[in-house]
Nanobody, 127 residues
Framework: QVQLVESGGGLVQAGGSLRLSCAAS????????MGWFRQAPGKEREFVAG????????SYIDSVKGRFTVSRDNTKNTVYLQMNSLKPEDTAVYYC????????????????????WGQGTQVTVSS
């Protein structure tokens, strides 16, 4: 039984920081890329950041480049999203997900390429 649990969300002021964690259980995902997505009220879910199984490649949407950093610890079966210089427009529910195919060398931004999803954690940034 695969389970992904996000944590670390909360309420912060603009300019602040949060570190999200996604802990996986039921399977080891050390051979799979992992991604972070977010969904703001009234908007579609969008790709935010991702990292390949080897951590050799990371990918970010333009709006978070230089502010967010994705990393992983395969010994803990966990992926992280460090979010700095947060803006009100970052407010959303953040989800982690696991790539469908093992040992890909690129990070997919397509939701259909991710097989397992967490329940999400709320991030709220006040102005």
């Amino acid at each position: 039984q695969v389970q992904l649990v996000e944590s670390g969300g909360g309420l912060v002021q603009a300019g602040g920081s949060l570190r999200l964690s996604c802990a996986a259980s039921g399977r080891t995902f050390s051979s799979y890329a992992m991604g972070w997505f977010r969904q703001a009220p009234g908007k579609e879910r969008e790709f935010v950041a991702g990292i390949t199984w080897s951590s050799r490649v990371t990918s970010y949407i333009d709006s978070v480049k230089g502010r967010f950093t994705v990393s992983r610890d395969n010994t803990k079966n966990t992926v992280y999203l460090q979010m700095n210089s947060l803006k009100p427009e970052d407010t959303a529910v953040y989800y982690c997900a696991v790539e469908r195919y093992a040992r890909t060398i690129v990070v997919s931004k397509t939701q259909e390429r991710y097989e397992y999803w967490g329940q999400g954690t709320q991030v709220t940034v006040s102005s």
